[in-house]
């Protein structure tokens, strides 16, 4: 009997999914999930499960998952922790099987919520373990949850997992040592592995076990703050992506309508971005702060996925936006009234409503089967220059460049090559400190590139400056050859250049600067990386633009008339013109095909013979066709605002944006 009744509540649930009223799954399908957390002391609760239904395509249990409530005392061993899914687990994961909702998962490692006796050597407590001991703890632990995850629920969709969670304070640093403590901020992990190298254990180990699909995330909350912690959590992806453990990062993203600026919540996530990992928004609330209101908070819920879908337009890879909640009165964060939705009714608030306007009703999609099959554009000439990035620092961040050990890079305006900034690489102990920038999208291996750098150093008589590649050979050897090097004295600006390097065959590529002293600081400057033959001059300006032909950086193509199953973001380059409502996202060889941008949504077309080119939408749509002479022709847009693709038949397809 109950039996019975299990099934017809969850076919009732299915019937009220299949209604007709649209939820904010469906206004995003062709950008990311919108995923939720779900609340344990609510499992049951039918009202919460036909909202989570309507407008959810990604669930996160809130404590569940922790380890606190998975990992069983009685008959563990070092080679074989127990674990349990508790009730509260099962009714969330049964729901998501049975309505086909992927599930994030939440977590492994963590410094709170973890039992006691799990640090301890004798397993009640005393002395603690060891690190070899906690290391076979951990790898049972992180093997034994998924399996038992797999057993019981062999047609849910884990689809991420989260890890580690939270090992940096906002400046940076790792947490401090302390002993076991559910509730304390010091962390038992570094006071047994004396420093953070638990967490490219866990990694490995998950990498090891996870279930194919299941993408792997560090994930931390603060992640926004400028004095060091985005540093950190840049410098940690570079390291674990080096050993093709890790897939993206977890921006937790729990704002207030005071802190943090929407600025920097963009630095940070640009920041994210330039790393090249997938991008899930993974415990998203913004309170109302005191003399604020309900209009404040919608209007920066706006300015948040504002940010996130034009960045997803612009090719970053996010593939997943959660909410810690649904209504006000079970957030963490309550007494702010932080979520999308009342506490009376689940009535949609004005931030709701401002975040599902974002959207035209036409860029609508179907939120039960996500496509997020946004064609690639064409081959990737970079700017004017040839430049796929340049960066000069002026805006007093590291535009991307991070520490490789524990040194410090940060903006500086002591010195500078050219304009008024640089960058600053401090507190250096061994050679290989220095500033790492992770190469974009655009780079491919087997494929010639240009690169340069400005570089002084502090110390004292000539020293040997390094410009040198950091990538994961095809068998999986972390490798760090030199691109060129450069003697420079005291006080001097240097430049560090080559107009054709070829990367070598492998993944996960970052170019950084060192120096051959291992206590001496330096600055960099004027940073450029494009295509082959692109130049800077050491004065910070370009040099001659090269010619740009068709092989000078091929990358995947995509017919406008496929989809794609892939929920990455695709590759794209951002050459455009500021002052245009067409934002040119790539383009392709002049002698072939290519679009520009003009004034009065005109699309400026070169072709070199007659043919059709036809526009599509973001969801494959085709919008419009036109017949080209060949050579050069503007044509008028009769389109709304919104993302484009222009396919002229049997060549590449060509992203731009209509706003």
């Not at 399996?147 to 940096?168: G, S």
């Not at 931030?351 to 035209?360: G, K, R, S, T």
Request: charged content about 20%.
């Amino acid at each position: 009997m109950r039996a019975i009744i299990v099934a017809l509540f969850f076919a009732g649930q299915l019937a009220y999914a299949q209604q007709s009223e649209k939820g904010l799954k469906d206004v995003y399908a062709n950008y990311f999930r919108i995923g939720t957390c779900y609340p344990s002391n609510q499992a049951s609760n039918t009202q919460l499960q036909s909202v989570i239904l309507r407008e959810f395509n990604s669930l996160t249990h809130e404590n569940e998952l922790k380890p606190e409530n998975t990992m069983v005392q009685s008959g563990s061993t070092d080679n074989d922790i127990k674990v349990q899914l508790g009730s509260n687990a099962r009714t969330v994961m049964t729901f998501a099987q049975t309505n086909n909702i992927p599930i994030r998962g939440h977590t492994f490692v963590w410094h709170q919520q973890t039992p006691n006796w799990f640090f301890y050597k004798n397993m009640q407590n005393g002395e603690l373990a060891d690190k070899a001991t906690m290391s076979k703890r951990m790898e049972s632990y992180i093997k034994n949850m998924f399996a038992l995850i797999a057993q019981e629920y062999p047609t849910l969709k884990l689809y991420a997992y989260d890890v580690v969670n939270e090992i940096f304070l906002d400046n940076g640093k790792q947490r401090e040592p302390g002993d076991p403590s559910t509730n304390d901020e010091k962390s038992t992990w570094v006071k047994i592995y004396g420093n953070s190298s638990f967490v490219d254990s866990a990694f490995t180990y998950a990498r090891k076990y996870a279930p194919a699909g299941c993408k792997l995330f560090y994930n931390d909350f603060n992640e926004y703050h400028p004095d060091g912690k985005r540093d950190s959590i840049v410098a940690l992806y570079n390291r674990l992506k080096a050993k093709n453990v890790i897939d993206g990062i977890g921006m937790q993203s729990h704002l207030s309508t005071g802190w943090p600026d929407v600025g920097t919540y963009k630095a940070a996530l640009n920041r994210f971005i330039a790393t090249g990992a997938e991008i899930h928004v993974t415990e998203l609330d913004l309170t109302i702060e005191s003399g604020s209101d309900e209009a404040a908070q919608a209007d920066k819920y706006k300015d948040v996925f504002k940010a996130l879908k034009e960045a997803r337009e612009e090719g970053a890879n996010i593939t997943s936006v959660s909410v810690w909640g649904v209504i006000d009165d079970w957030s963490w964060r309550n007494s702010k009234n932080p979520l999308l939705f009342k506490s009376t009714n689940f009535t949609k608030k004005p931030a709701y409503n401002q975040v599902e306007a974002l959207i035209p009703e036409k860029d609508h999609g179907d939120g039960k089967n996500p496509p997020f099959n946004t064609p690639q554009p064409g081959e990737a000439t970079g700017d004017e220059n040839g430049y796929f990035f340049y960066h000069d620092f002026e805006g007093g961040t590291t535009q991307g460049w991070a520490r490789r050990g524990d040194e410090t890079v940060a903006n500086s305006s002591n010195q500078k090559n050219s304009g008024s900034r640089s960058i600053y690489v401090s507190g250096r102990n061994q050679n290989w400190n220095g500033a790492q920038f992770t190469l974009p999208s655009e780079f491919k291996a087997g494929n010639e590139y240009s690169f340069s750098v400005m570089a002084r150093h502090e110390g004292q008589g000539t020293i040997t400056f390094k410009l040198s590649l950091q990538y994961d050979s095809t068998n999986g050897t972390t490798k760090y050859p030199n691109i060129v090097e450069v003697e420079a004295a005291s006080g001097e600006w240097v430049q560090l250049s080559t107009t054709s390097y070829k990367l070598p065959p492998g993944t996960g590529f970052s170019i950084y600067v060192e120096l051959d002293n291992a206590n001496t600081s330096f600055y960099v400057d004027d940073a450029m990386g494009g295509i082959a033959g692109a130049t800077i001059n050491a004065d910070g300006t370009p040099g001659t633009p090269p010619a740009k032909s068709s092989s000078s950086s091929e990358v995947a193509t995509s017919s406008s008339s496929s989809s794609s199953s892939s929920e990455d973001g695709g590759d794209s380059s951002s050459s455009f013109d500021e002052n245009s409502p067409i934002r040119l996202i790539s383009n392709i060889s002049k002698s072939e095909f290519s679009v520009s941008s003009l004034s009065n949504k005109s699309l400026l077309v070169e072709t070199n013979s007659p043919t059709v080119v036809e526009i599509y939408d973001l969801k494959g749509n085709k919008a419009m066709t036109f017949n080209t002479l060949g050579g050069v022709q503007a044509v008028n847009l009769s389109l709304p605002y919104g993302v484009y693709f222009a396919k002229a038949r049997g060549k590449q397809a060509v992203r731009f944006v209509l706003k």
